[in-house]
């Protein structure tokens, strides 16, 4: 299209732009913020080649919405904002207008635009909040038009010259003059201008000649700022024709001078004029001067008079004020070695000016304090300019007892300076660090001063140093300050910040101080800053003490901190100030909490720059920065309240907490505790946005998460340990990090991601946690004010807590003044919705938090790398302590199933509903379980009976929804959590109190919804735990039966019947899901035989399944004879039968022993349809594998045979699956009987060796030394005892009984002792005699033992072999194996 059609394309784009202005669109979200933006860039861009087009486009647009009809103030905000968006547009299209437009388009420039800008300039209002925004857009317009366009500009300016020169009228309007103070003028330009002026003035009348002064000069301006090149070369070069035309102007204006009045008019226009006129200059300073000049001499001399106050008029002198700081400006602008007389003329007049401007006893004052200070700022920085060595007026505006607007014009300078140093030769700002201490003291006390004018908290005091208590001993505020005072105090204040922001040395540099000094003043500074940020009384102010804070953390500001300790020092004032700004967005006591939360992401993108750069260059330096534990888990919470949160004192430390632990720290500060809570409160800041209704902060959040990744990614790579020991939930934090560039999606779907996200947080962490507490508390308030809507109110008849403050809604969240919260927008619920969303989520790992209290998440990262593991964290008894928030948060849930309130109670019921069964953290499972259990059983009384109210109805409806979304959503952990806790007592109760419901419609439909849910139960019947499984399996079959055909033939209403066979369909879904595998247990105490018994039950089902599908057979013939609906109701009736013949199947399947005789008969049924249903059900269980082996006298031999084969069953590589899975779950307790079984089983089967290869494997695999190698209580050593009680009792007997004997009974040995412990010796024993009868007596033994090899059992054999094998095997590596066998062998033996 924009190829065959540029003329449609761009009036398409333009349209748009004009459609999404906030004065149709309505007011701005940060989504349509965006897309102006969008929008504005591609007009840009299209501007470059379709310039008419668009021009022509924006100008049609901007005057359309001039002409509109407005009513209201919010409709005047989108006016003027619409405006602004359409000037900017403009300037930015002009400044890129090609070079080679057609005059066509200069024409159409001057008859369209030229009006409407003009417009915006000659209908200023004094006083208008938006009329002087709108006239500095409109002007920069027109400077970008005039750029390119001057003819056009100019021609319409010298039209109006040359009517005002035949033009009699008195009250001329001289509007278009004034476009000279506008445009872009260079110097070919201005000459034009200056020669107009020179032709055309004498025929002026007064009020345009006072105009064209006016303008001129600012034209000149003009050149001078946007050309300074231009200007000195005038200096360099001196230029013929223009100081012709600049010095027959000078005269034109010098006859005009006539009266007093007039000299004050036009006396600074003459000074600019004599300064284009460099010539003139040294001839006028020479003793002779020329009768031509001798007016210019003249001149400068009435103005040195009426400057040193001897002109005898106050105007004359304070125009010649204006003059001399003019001819100051000037004068920098030019080279000292390109004319030195003008630096000599300056001289003359610059002491007299600095006295007549800066005397605190007489305050220079023109009736327009703008305009005096303005005046001021440029005297202060031309001299500073002139020479930056004489800084005496800067110690007068820097006194104390200065007037304050001294100080005002002090900080404006400087900021000038800074910002504005076009000119090789100007001086720096570095002249003026010398000031650093005063103006730290400056902004401090106008700092107080500001935030104790508003009524707000006051602002943190410092502990100041010795010098600053100097500097302030007179700077006491015993009274509160005016209105007048704090306006004054806030303006000066903005300035001051605004400084910091342009260059933060200059309030950082510390001249001649120590560390600590340093440091203290810093940490002054910046608190003050940080104070500004939540101030919504201040919101520019607030804005800039961001970006100055910004500017501090860059990495050349952070080395000016403390320059003797620059790691430390960040860690501790950098913490403070995150600690502080969280603590506050955690609160929401901020208004524009998102954009505070993005520059927050712009700091820590700063902190990890500097962490970063410390890592690289000195390792060794900064290795302690990284050893503080971020999570702060298991660490004791430490409370800083406002006035905690800085000491700046040199040296001071921080106050000691509520918590038991210390705050000193042998590492630096990075150890101490307020590092650890600073990004505890982050982490909880970052979690509490996550539930924002506000997509824009949501995704800020998730951004920032990357960042804390990445501070951990730095520090971990220095202490060489995993991030994990930093951040326990890395992983889940770079997704978050990741999901943060889903701009485009909506807010469901963000909010399900970040559920999602959340539920896989593990680790419980101080962060998690406090979130999750905070949230809590939060969600209770909020969820009292939704349910007492609209009733309200305060025992003082006021209006409620504001629901800024109770987070229902945080940005339109004030109670009207009924007493009642305002539920209509949908953004009022929303922000509820997403709280409840965000505690069932992260409620898991805070009940993990709960159960391990006394346990650190994981090690300390102080201690040695070895010993940093994560603790493993184990799942809390579901019967545990029903206290805890989280069980709290449970019960509310239960109790809001049911919400009944009139306005809101259906989406709160209908948002539990999803957000319980779809985003509930599985560790919950098991407490949600057992709540419902114990609700649903107070629902009967104590005989059983069902106490129907529609509550209760209600909450099993609930609970029936509730628990088939959970079994149905897949959740990565659910299975671990579905089977702590049994859901038989539920499920059961949930049955029996349907039953009573009765066949209206609604209990079908709640019904139906029940066999659902237990079809959706058996499918996760692998994940759930059943305490009797068979038994209430068959009780559900029992009652789910009744249902099948229970009212479908007794319905005549068409829907009503459409429900009963939905009810019948998922009724026998369900049943054929029950009785898959399901073996038939009748009920005790029947007082008849247990088979005779399964066999009657078998019949009353299968009797149950031929009838239904006999009557889906009469129903089929039906519909089959006419159309319409009926005919739609056989297409469900064919899967009804589908399903009772899977039913019969398995039912049949499951009791072939007690069911195939009363099933057998039917294949040979005189009806063809009940043959052909029973052959149906036949093939149904030949093709599920059906054996009919349990028919047969030898079944329990062959199922013990079965039995034996599993347990010994064997894989590919040797390993025994069952065997091993059974040493894993068999209790100790019973690890002897676990022996024998298997040492008896395995030798029959001649696969001892195996077994033993497994099981000493596995204990060899796990020892910690060889020490200890079979010495423990495991099940290797249990069967290796038995094996050589067993099979080496006999062998033992048989090589040990005669030697014993022989010591025994022998009298060669009856008199001989074996005694070799010489404290025990008796007094007729020898020592030597006793060893040599030892050493004789253990040969022997020794020799037996050798010479019965050939008797060794040969299970003791493999015993030994397989030991041997297995230790050499997995330990022959390690030194401390040198032993053929171990210890343990003979331990056993």
């Known amino acids: 299209m924009a190829a065959h059609k540029p003329v449609e394309w761009v009036q398409a784009v333009v349209n748009r732009f004009d459609e999404q202005l906030p004065i149709k669109a309505g007011q701005q979200n940060t989504h349509t913020k965006v897309s102006t933006e969008h929008n504005k860039e591609c007009l840009i861009n299209i501007s470059k080649y379709k310039f008419s087009l668009v021009i022509s486009g924006l100008t049609n647009i901007l005057k359309n919405v001039n002409n509109m009809r407005i009513f209201g103030e919010t409709a005047e905000k989108n006016l003027y904002l619409s405006q602004l968006i359409i000037l900017d547009t403009l300037e930015k299209c002009l400044a890129g207008q090609p070079k080679d437009t057609m005059r066509l388009d200069e024409t159409m420039l001057v008859k369209q635009l030229l009006p409407e800008i003009c417009h915006f300039i000659h209908t200023y209002r004094e006083g208008n909040q938006h009329a002087a925004e709108l006239r500095n857009s409109a002007s920069g317009v027109l400077f970008s038009l005039s750029c390119n366009n001057f003819n056009a500009v100019f021609s319409r ?270 001086p720096k700002i570095d002249a003026v660090y010398c000031h650093s201490m005063e103006l730290r003291s400056m902004f401090s006390e106008t700092l107080h001063k500001a935030i104790q004018g508003c009524g707000a908290h006051p602002a943190i005091r410092m502990t100041p140093s010795l010098t600053f208590k100097e500097k302030m001993t007179s700077l006491k505020f015993k009274e509160k300050p005016t209105d007048l005072e704090t306006r004054s105090y806030k303006f000066l204040l903005l300035s001051l910040v605004k400084l910091i922001h342009a260059d933060p040395k200059l309030l950082l540099c510390n001249p001649r101080k120590q560390g600590p000094e340093t440091q203290g003043s810093t940490a002054e500074l910046i608190t003050g800053l940080v104070q500004l940020v939540p101030q919504s009384s201040m919101p520019d102010i607030a804005q800039e003490a961001m970006e100055a804070l910004l500017v501090l953390h860059q990495l050349d500001s952070i080395d000016l901190w403390n320059p003797d300790a620059p790691i430390e020092t960040f860690w501790e004032i950098s913490s403070q100030m995150l600690f502080y700004i969280c603590k506050k967005l955690t609160s929401h006591q901020m208004l524009s909490s998102t954009e505070i939360l993005k520059w927050l992401r712009e700091i820590l993108i700063c902190r990890n720059k500097f962490l970063l750069k410390n890592k690289q260059s000195d390792r060794s330096s900064c290795h302690f920065l990284f050893l503080y534990d971020v999570s702060g888990g298991g660490t004791s919470q430490i409370s800083l309240d406002h006035e905690e949160m800085i000491r700046c004192a040199p040296g001071a430390t921080l106050r000691k907490g509520k918590g038991n632990s210390s705050m000193e720290s042998t590492a630096g500060c990075s150890g101490t505790p307020i590092c650890r809570q600073a990004q505890t409160k982050l982490e909880v800041a970052l979690y509490m946005f996550l539930w924002s209704p506000d997509i824009e902060a949501v995704l800020v959040a998730m951004s920032c998460f990357r960042h804390l990744c990445e501070e951990a990614d730095i520090r971990c790579g220095v202490d060489e340990v995993s991030v994990h020991n930093f951040l326990p939930n890395y992983n889940t934090f770079m997704e978050f990090a990741s999901v943060s560039n889903m701009m485009s999606t909506g807010r469901a779907a963000l909010q399900k991601r970040v559920m999602a996200l959340l539920r896989r947080i593990e680790h419980p962490t101080a962060g998690n946690t406090e979130a999750w507490e905070d949230t809590h508390a939060k969600w209770e308030q909020a969820t009292k004010l939704i349910l007492n809507y609209p009733k309200t109110k305060m025992e003082d008849g006021q209006v409620t807590e504001s629901l800024h403050k109770t987070i229902v809604k945080r940005r339109m969240s004030h109670v009207s003044g009924g007493g009642s919260i305002d539920l209509s927008d949908t953004d009022s619920l929303q922000e509820w919705i997403n709280m409840t969303g965000f505690l069932c989520a992260l409620g898991g790992v805070c009940l993990q938090h709960r159960s391990n209290a006394g346990l650190a998440t994981y090690s300390p990262p102080m201690g040695p790398v070895s010993e940093r593991k994560g603790s493993m964290i184990s799942m809390v008894s579901t019967e545990g302590n029903t206290e805890t928030p989280v069980s709290k948060f449970i019960d509310r849930l239960l109790t809001l199933m049911v919400c009944n309130h009139e306005k809101v109670g259906l989406q709160i019921r209908t948002n539990i509903k999803d957000l319980v069964g779809l985003e509930l953290s599985p560790a919950l499972y098991p407490m949600l379980f057992n709540k419902l259990k114990n609700t649903i059983s107070k629902f009967f009384d104590s005989q059983g009976q069902v106490l129907l109210t529609e509550t209760n109805t209600q909450f099993v409806e609930q609970t029936i929804a509730i628990m088939k979304n959970l079994l149905d959503n897949h959740t990565e952990g659910s299975s671990e959590h579905l089977g702590q806790a049994s859901i038989e007592t539920m499920m059961l109760n949930l049955v029996r109190y349907v039953r009573v419901l009765g066949n209206l419609v609604h209990a079908i439909q709640i019904k139906t919804k029940l066999c659902q849910l237990v079809e959706v139960m058996m499918e996760r019947r692998d994940d759930l735990s059943f305490c009797q499984e068979m038994k209430f399996r068959n009780k559900m079959v029992e009652y789910l039966t009744d249902w099948v055909m229970g009212t479908s033939n007794q319905a005549t209403d068409e829907d009503v019947k459409c429900l009963t066979r939905d009810l019948d369909q998922a009724s026998m879904e369900a049943v054929v899901s029950l009785l898959a595998g399901l073996p038939l247990q009748p009920e005790e105490g029947d007082g008849v035989e247990l088979m005779e018994a399964k066999s009657q039950l078998f019949l009353k089902y299968f009797t149950l399944f031929m009838n239904l599908l006999n009557d889906c057979s009469e129903v089929e013939d039906e519909s089959s004879q006419t159309g319409g609906r009926k005919r739609g109701m056989s297409r469900r009736l064919a899967s009804l039968r589908h399903c009772t013949v899977l039913a019969m199947s398995n039912l049949l399947n499951a009791n072939v022993d007690s069911g195939l005789m009363h099933s057998i008969g039917l294949g040979y049924h005189k009806d063809l349809q009940t043959r052909a249903t029973f052959m149906e059900v036949l093939t149904k269980i030949l093709q599920q594998g059906t054996e009919f082996d349990t028919l047969a006298e030898t079944v329990l031999a062959d199922r013990f045979e079965r039995l034996v084969e599993l347990v010994t069953m064997m894989g590919d590589q040797g390993e025994l699956p069952i065997a091993m899975a059974l040493a894993n779950v068999v209790p100790c307790s019973q690890w002897d009987e676990l022996a024998r079984v298997l040492v008896t089983l395995f030798d029959s089967r001649h696969l001892l060796y195996q077994l033993l290869w497994n099981m000493f494997s596995k204990e060899v695999e796990l020892a910690d030394s060889m020490q200890t190698l079979f010495r423990g209580n495991s099940l290797a050593s249990k069967i290796m005892t038995f094996c050589f009680k067993v099979y080496g009792a006999t062998y033992l007997q048989k090589l040990l009984e005669p030697l014993l004997r022989t010591v025994i009974t022998s009298s060669e040995w009856q008199h001989v002792s074996f005694e070799v412990d010489p404290t025990r010796l008796e007094p007729t024993e020898s020592l030597e005699e006793n060893q040599r009868s030892l050493l004789q007596m253990t040969e022997k033994f020794f020799h037996a033992i050798i010479n019965s090899s050939l008797e060794f059992p040969p299970q003791l054999r493999s015993v030994c072999h397989c030991l041997y094998q297995c230790c050499h095997t997995n330990l022959g590596k390690l030194p401390s194996w040198d032993h053929p066998l171990p210890a343990c062998f003979w331990y056993h033996l």
């Open 157 to 426: 300016i010298s039209t109006r010259l040359q009517e005002l020169t035949v033009c009699s009228e008195d009250n001329a309007d001289v509007h278009d003059i004034e476009l000279l103070q506008y445009i872009s003028v260079d110097c070919s330009k201005l000459k034009r201008l200056l020669q107009e002026t020179v032709f055309k003035f004498k025929a002026l009348k007064k009020v345009a000649q006072l105009a064209v002064i006016n303008s001129l000069e600012k034209a000149f301006w003009n050149w001078v700022e946007n050309y300074p090149d231009e200007f000195t070369k005038l200096y360099q070069t001196p230029q013929t024709d223009m100081a012709d035309c600049a010095e027959k102007l000078f005269d034109l204006v010098d006859g005009f001078a006539e009266s007093t009045k007039r000299k004050a008019a036009v006396w600074p226009l003459q000074i600019i004029l004599l300064v284009l006129c460099p010539e003139i200059i040294q001839d006028i300073a020479k003793d002779v001067v020329e009768e031509t000049k001798m007016n210019k001499k003249l001149f400068l001399d009435n103005l040195r008079k009426a400057l040193a106050g001897h002109g005898g008029s106050r105007q004359l002198t304070e125009s010649a004020a204006i003059a001399c700081v003019k001819l100051c400006k000037a004068s920098t602008y030019i080279n000292w070695e390109d004319n030195s007389v003008i630096f000599l003329l300056v001289q003359s007049m610059v002491v007299d000016l600095k006295n007549l401007l800066f005397n605190p006893s007489k305050p220079f004052s023109r009736g327009n304090q703008n305009a005096d200070v303005d005046l001021m700022i440029d005297c202060l920085v031309s001299c500073f300019r002139i020479n930056p060595h004489n800084n005496q007026h800067f110690k007068i505006c820097l006194a104390q007892n200065s007037p304050s607007t001294f100080h005002y014009v002090l900080v404006n300078s400087l900021h000038r300076i800074i910002t504005n140093s076009a000119l090789d030769w100007w």
